[in-house]
């Protein structure tokens, strides 16, 4: 069984950085994707960003390049999600998710980001 523990999000002034964890228990993080995704009200859930199995290729939505970037560290079998020059159209809840060699999917609970303008 895998389980994800997201942690970071809050409030912040346009303009400004959050960084989103993503903890995941398993006996080991090597070969897992990860991604990023999030649901404003009234809104369905889209995709933000994911980082390849391998970390070499990362993805982002066209609404977040240049200002969010995510990462993921092994040793501690957690992924990040740094985000930077926030908008008040970044406000939402964010959720990790990861993708197994398997091909199995797991979700995070959510984390509320809101910006202020």
């Known amino acids: 069984q895998v389980e994800l523990v997201v942690s970071g999000g809050g409030l912040v002034q346009a303009g400004g950085s959050l960084r989103l964890s993503c903890a995941v228990s398993a006996r080991t993080f090597v070969g897992f994707s990860m991604g990023w995704y999030r649901q ?7 995709f933000v960003a994911r980082i390849s ?4 290729t990362t993805t982002y939505a066209d609404s977040v390049k240049g200002r969010f970037t995510i990462s993921r560290d092994l040793a501690k079998n957690t992924g990040y999600l740094q985000m930077n020059r926030l908008k008040p159209e970044d406000t939402a809840v964010y959720y990790c998710n990861v993708n197994t ?3 199995q999917d797991y979700w995070g609970q959510g984390t509320q980001v809101t910006v202020a303008s």
């Open 53 to 56: 199995w391998d970390g070499t």
């Open 40 to 46: 404003a009200p009234g809104k369905e859930r889209e």
């Open 101 to 103: 060699p398997t091909a």
